[in-house]
């Protein structure tokens, strides 16, 4: 089993910035990616970046890219997601995850192991 503690979001103003932690505990040694997903109001939850674990391969969704920044620190099985020019369609729960297998892993059915979730949002 692998645990997953998110920190780091909040209220921010439209144009601000962002940085969600996740650390990952238990079984670290099974996750081959791990990935921020988001659920705004009744929408689905979607893939925001994602990163192998082994080759650091880096995946985002369009609606981010140029925008957020995901890196891992492998010492300390953290992963971050930096977030800049954020807007109001950006509010949702952030949602840390972490992936054993290696499908579908630009959405959220390749994942297993999912932190509580943490709030942002962008508004004014």
């Known amino acids: 089993q692998v645990q997953l503690l998110e920190s780091g979001g909040g209220l921010v103003q439209p144009g601000g910035s ?24 009744g929408k689905q ?5 994602m990163v192998l674990v082994r080759d650091g391969s880096i995946n985002y969704a369009d609606a981010v890219k140029g925008r957020f920044t995901i890196s891992r620190d492998s010492a300390k099985n953290t992963v971050y997601l930096q977030m800049n020019g954020l807007t109001p369609e950006d509010t949702a729960v952030y ?30």
């Open 95 to 124: 949602h840390c995850a972490a992936a054993p297998g290696i499908q579908f892993l630009t959405t959220p059915r390749g994942y297993d192991y999912w932190g509580q979730g943490t709030q942002v949002t962008v508004s004014s």
């Open 18 to 41: 962002l940085t969600l932690s996740c650390t990952a505990s238990g079984s670290v040694f099974t996750i081959n990616a791990m990935g921020w997903h988001r659920q705004a109001p």
């Open 45 to 49: 939850r979607e893939l925001v970046a």
